[in-house]
């Protein structure tokens, strides 16, 4: 039995929210009331591709040749040279920027449908009201359309970042919103709903243009790599030796007057791969001649799964090396930059699908500032905050985090944490009854 100290706030809750469904009233006020929020800081829209098993190309939406932005195809792959259908861009990369000495990188990836991922979502995050990773994203059946955030930090050289949080991720980008861009990959769903086993989009190569005008992408020093698959690799530069490792180079594919062909950015034996291989996900640091490896390019890629390179390039992880991340260097083997239990992912079948990267010295701010947030507020999951969400909030005040997780088992308790101090107490009515009145 609850004792009399208990049922005493319990019964100054229960007058809080008297007050507040006599204000609601009074105003007349009705329907929703605060929605999701996106990111404090959304990430920049890159341009990205499907392949060709997303629903949304088997039914003729989009191509898994062409370059895509918002929903929008931005680049037609016949203007790289691709002229079958069948063609699919597996990996795709803008000119990145160097980082400057000193800064590390988190990774941007995104992975494929087989992925389990092998954490669950950081607890800190979780109570800083970032709580989705790529674990849970994958239990939910959306993973493979949404776009991460390692919380392990890195330099080009290799050296670790110690400050910040480590093996792990944050979703930045929702399959289909909530991400401030969006893929507009199906399914359609929430970060935090279950898809269950609705058909996925897969996102398979992402970048960020060098430049935008306005918020149309500039599509120039187009680099990318073709599954081994893709009947084009027969008639583009190295056709006579085709390889799903072979990395390609457009300068100017979209140029009204006078659009340049794709050339051979470097053959999969430059790199030390095998003609075998797949290149999965690319970033491309070209450091000298646009489109030419050459001394000071620096290559981020990660491998399909039945790469015959994989597990053999040193420091791989012995269970899932399609989910490392590797790096290249001009004139030098490749090795491993980032394993996969570093990103949060190791399980069987767990595979990186796409790269990219932003500057970040620490972890902790950058999940912050990019993570999509949850729904504060919204205590029963359905995406609004109205009077639905009173009865769940007070379960999660008064019983605590078990109870209410079992009663709700796919929503996130610090929903209720509304005054943001990480904690949830009273303090936190007063601004959950200011989200009843919009």
Not at 108 to 122: K, Y
Not at 352 to 359: R, S, T
Request: proline fraction near 9%.
């Amino acid at each position: 039995m609850r004792s009399s100290a208990t049922h005493r706030p319990f019964r100054e809750l229960r007058n809080v929210f008297g007050i507040a469904l006599l204000i609601w009233f009074s105003l007349g006020l009705s329907g929703p009331g605060a929605l999701a929020s996106p990111p404090w800081i959304p990430l920049p829209a890159p341009v990205y591709t499907f392949d060709v098993n997303s629903p949304n190309v088997i039914d003729g939406t989009y191509n898994a040749r062409d370059g895509l932005f918002e929903g929008t195809s931005v680049l037609p792959g016949t203007a790289l040279g691709l002229n079958d259908i069948e063609d699919d861009i597996d990996a795709l990369a803008f000119p990145a920027m160097m980082p400057i000495a000193g800064d590390s990188i988190a990774v941007l990836f995104s992975v494929s449908r087989s992925t389990q991922g092998a954490v669950g979502p950081d607890p800190l995050l979780v109570q800083l009201g970032v709580p989705f990773n790529a674990g849970d994203q994958a239990f939910r059946g959306q993973a493979a359309g949404d776009q991460f955030m390692s919380t392990t930090l890195r330099g080009l050289d290799g050296t670790t970042k110690t400050r910040g949080r480590s093996s792990n991720n944050t979703l930045v980008r929702n399959n289909f919103n909530e991400g401030g861009t969006s893929f507009s990959a199906d399914p359609p769903s929430h970060a935090q709903d279950n898809a269950g086993a609705a058909s996925e989009d897969n996102v398979n190569g992402t970048s960020q243009t060098s430049a935008k005008a306005g918020r149309d992408p500039v599509i120039e020093m187009v680099y990318f790599s073709l599954s081994r698959f893709s009947p084009s690799l027969l008639t583009l530069p190295g056709g006579s030796v085709p390889s799903g490792a072979h990395v390609f180079f457009n300068p100017f594919p979209l140029d009204p007057f006078e659009p340049t062909e794709t050339q051979m950015y470097a053959q999969s034996g430059a790199l030390f791969l095998m003609q075998q291989d797949d290149i999965d996900g690319l970033v491309v640091l070209d450091g000298n001649m646009p489109g030419v490896y050459d001394q000071g390019d620096v290559i981020l890629f990660s491998l399909a799964p039945g790469s015959p390179s994989l597990g053999q390039i040193p420091g791989a992880s012995p269970d899932a090396p399609a989910a490392d991340v590797y790096i290249v260097e001009y004139g030098f083997p490749p090795s491993t930059f980032m394993r996969a239990d570093e990103l949060g992912l190791g399980a069987l079948g767990d595979n990186v699908d796409a790269l990219d990267f932003i500057v970040c010295n620490d972890a902790v701010i950058c999940a912050e500032e990019h993570g999509i947030r949850s729904f504060p507020g919204d205590m029963n999951c359905d995406h609004v905050v109205d009077f639905a969400d009173i009865n769940p909030f007070v379960l999660a005040l008064v019983d605590g985090p078990a109870i209410y997780s079992a009663v709700f088992p796919d929503c996130n308790w610090y929903n209720a944490d509304i005054d943001g101090d990480t904690t949830v107490g009273f303090g936190d009515i007063n601004p959950f009854v200011a989200l009843l009145i919009p």
